[in-house]
């Protein structure tokens, strides 16, 4: 069975790949470590939205890892780190709030909420937030690497492609004069003769 | 380039005017100081630093700020209630300019917002920002505070589409009970300078551009942005920053021309240090501008760049 979804890591952001097989990432937080090559992967991640849902894609896209060990220094404001052990104990309410969060606006837009039942399936969280030491870290990680089985279901690969479609139904009216022939419609964006309003 | 049908606002805060119909005012530029990392913070919860630093630096943006006409504002940023109040107090006493106060933490910004109001710094101070996150305490702080100045951002966590920022700030967005823009009106904001918020290019940086030309002509306030925060969070070229760091510099200071061109009225436009670079890139663009819609009845400030360095 393949374990790891096709041209993963899927989203790209602020981290290393080290060896697709190993069963655990690490998420370094707003502190920047020397990366481990043993484990799956490893990077920041320094907000409680947009860093949440792309470390929730690139983890249940790979069966291999089992364990996110969040360690580094806390995001202030932000909360990171708690947004995450957050969603992974609480998961998200119909508005796509991380459920317990104390992060500054801990809201999910491009992951489903089974996107986020996979990740609580799929991964135990290791907590070490504070932990900033690279020998403890390669410690932890090599303790946990080889621990586990492959979680028996395929990769998921979970993002939205909302951001792809139209957004507006509203009929054009100009409000942007452009000269004397043509005129804009703001939210539509399209330049049109004014002839046609 | 355009011009707004819609009446464009512009606010004076402690003399620096912002907004208006593109090519009118010279852009408003605001450079950060004591921000994460900034190597003249020694202690960053107390609020310590190189005084000597800080006052060099504010120098050197009220200098290039002089020598193009571009208006500046000194973007604050602090992380706890004693550091912040700290760089409040140095910040006003080495200049006259207008300031921000940044902190991602609500209880940094009400502590702020309730100390420049005791010392009576409320007309000269901007509340960055009253945002999604914001809750009871953090608008009855704003509310009891003379705080008349505010950025609005219209970060939508959960729907990052033109669409969804526009509603936040009318309605709420069915997230929050009340559009941002009411809720600011709440905490008694007259000069409401709208953020569409720059998310992570590949998260919809480039909607903000789009989203600043949208709100200019349904709103008319001013509206503006920190577009360098698309380049800084993008990775690619993160990683070139370390064989070229010219070029990440080009790419942060080089976005300065797109919120321009997409009307923008004020930039936040990052480490206050690039100001002897961000200042003509912005002046260059403002005059491009200015000749751009001198012929649709705009004229251009007797402080613009286009009548200081043409």
């Not at chain 1, 870290?137 to 621990?147: F, L, N, P, S, W």
């Not at chain 2, 608008?139 to 939508?156: C, P, Q, T, V, Y």
Request: with cysteine.
């Amino acid at each position: 069975m393949k374990t790891v979804a096709e041209g993963w890591p899927i989203v790209k952001g602020d981290y290393t790949v080290g060896d697709p097989r190993s069963r655990i990432a690490v998420i370094t937080l707003a502190s920047q470590i020397n990366p481990s090559p043993e484990a799956a992967l490893w990077g920041s991640s320094k907000t409680e939205n947009l860093g949440v849902e792309k470390i929730i894609v690139n983890v249940i896209s790979n069966c291999n890892i089992r364990y996110v060990l969040i360690c580094g220094i806390e995001s202030r404001g932000h909360l990171a780190g708690h947004s995450l052990i957050a969603i992974h104990e609480n998961g998200i309410d119909e508005k796509g709030r991380i459920i317990g969060s104390e992060g500054a606006i801990p809201f999910i837009e491009n992951v489903s909420k089974a996107a986020v039942k996979r990740f609580q399936q799929q991964i135990v969280i290791l907590d070490r937030i504070g932990l900033t030491d690279p020998e403890k870290i390669t410690e932890i990680v090599r303790r946990y690497k080889g621990r586990g089985e492959v979680y028996p279901d395929q990769p998921l690969v979970a993002i939205s492609q909302k951001k792809k479609q139209p957004t507006f139904t509203d009929s054009l009216s100009g409000d942007i004069i452009i000269s004397e022939e043509f005129i804009m419609d703001a939210a539509a964006g399209v330049v049109c003769p004014t002839k046609d309003f | 380039m355009f011009k707004f049908q819609k009446e464009q606002e512009i606010v004076n805060i402690a003399g620096v005017k912002i907004g208006g119909q593109p090519g009118e005012l010279p852009t408003v530029l605001a450079g950060t100081i004591f921000y994460d990392k900034h190597e003249i913070v020694k202690d960053a919860a107390r609020g310590l630093f190189d005084r000597t630093a800080a006052e060099r630096l504010i120098n050197l943006q009220e200098t290039s700020a002089e020598e193009t006409g571009n208006p500046h504002i000194i973007h604050i940023f602090g992380t706890t209630p004693e550091s912040i109040t700290r760089y409040i107090d140095f910040v006003t006493e080495v200049s006259e300019a207008p300031f921000l106060i940044d902190s991602p933490e609500g209880n940094v910004r009400s502590r702020a917002a309730e100390y420049v109001s005791e010392v009576g710094l409320a007309d000269k101070a901007i509340y960055n920002s009253i945002n999604m996150s914001i809750n009871a305490s953090e608008i009855e702080a704003l509310a009891l505070s003379d705080i008349d100045s505010s950025i609005i951002l219209g970060f939508n966590a959960t729907d990052s589409s033109l669409q969804g920022r526009m509603k936040l700030l009318e309605n709420g967005a069915g997230l929050m009970e009340n559009g941002l823009l009411s809720i600011a009106d709440r905490c008694g904001i007259v000069n409401k300078l709208i953020d569409p918020s720059i998310t992570p290019m590949g998260n919809g940086a480039g909607v903000a551009l789009r989203m600043t030309i949208t709100a200019k002509a349904k709103w008319g306030h001013p509206t503006g942005s920190g577009i360098h925060n698309a380049p800084s969070a993008w990775n690619w070229l993160n990683q070139k920053k370390e064989k070229d760091p010219v070029l990440y510099k080009i790419c942060d200071i080089g976005s300065t021309c797109l919120q321009q061109a997409a009307a923008g009225d004020f930039i936040l436009y990052g480490p206050i240090d690039y100001a002897p670079y961000v200042f003509p890139m912005a002046a260059m663009s403002d005059i491009m501008i200015s000749e751009a819609v001198a012929d649709l009845d705009i004229e251009s400030a007797s402080r613009h760049p286009v009548n200081l360095l043409v």
